[in-house]
């Protein structure tokens, strides 16, 4: 039912639908009731359109905190990307405060390839997201810059208690890990 509430398109087509049925019947018999159900038609379908962009669900929140990361990766503030490291994950925190400060990263772009998994059961409730991520950076050294990199990204968020997704691990491979099945690092082969 989830997918009701993160995509407009199931009401538009839906509705479209529905209201072209119930026009063409208007059309051919005159019929005002027909004409009132059309109208009752299309009244729902923008209630539903409205109500989908209303309710913000975990997958939806998981995304927005997650393209939010990223904006501040792209600004290197690393100050404010640890504000979203998961309370109980102080070992996630130390990861990200030793990486990003080493770079300056002038673009991040998460590639359309992103999937996000949300397990509301699990305590505290758990999400999971992958995707590829290009960015433009250099060492913050300045010894080299302006290099396009892409790597591959798992991310695993906790829900904190305040409703919030914070980032419990995240880890970074080669950029083909999530498009080959047949992927195994190095030391598995």
């Given amino acids: 039912m989830h997918w ?62 997650l393209h939010e990361i990223a904006r501040l990766v792209e600004r290197n503030d690393v100050d404010a990307v640890l504000r979203y490291a998961y309370s109980g994950s102080p070992a996630t925190r130390a990861q990200a405060a030793g990486e990003l400060p080493r770079y300056r990263f002038q673009t991040v772009t998460i590639a359309r390839n992103l999937q996000i998994q949300v397990f509301p059961k699990h305590v ?17 050294d300045g010894s080299w810059s302006d290099q396009r990199v892409v790597r591959y990204v798992e991310v695993t968020f906790y829900q904190e208690a305040d409703g919030q997704w914070r980032v419990a691990a995240y880890n970074h491979y080669e950029p083909f890990r999530g498009v080959r099945d047949d992927y195994s690092p190095a030391g598995d082969r």
């Fill in 4 to 65: 009701l509430f993160e995509t407009p398109w199931p009401a538009i087509v839906i509705g479209v639908l529905a209201t072209a049925i119930v026009a063409s019947g208007w059309l051919r018999t005159g019929r005002q009731t027909l004409l009132h159900l059309m109208v009752a038609i299309i009244l729902l379908t923008i209630g539903a359109v409205v109500l989908e962009r209303w309710v913000v669900t975990d997958r939806e929140q998981v995304d927005a905190t």
């Fill in 124 to 140: 505290p409730p758990r999400a999971t997201a992958e995707f590829n991520v290009i960015v433009q950076l250099g060492l913050a």
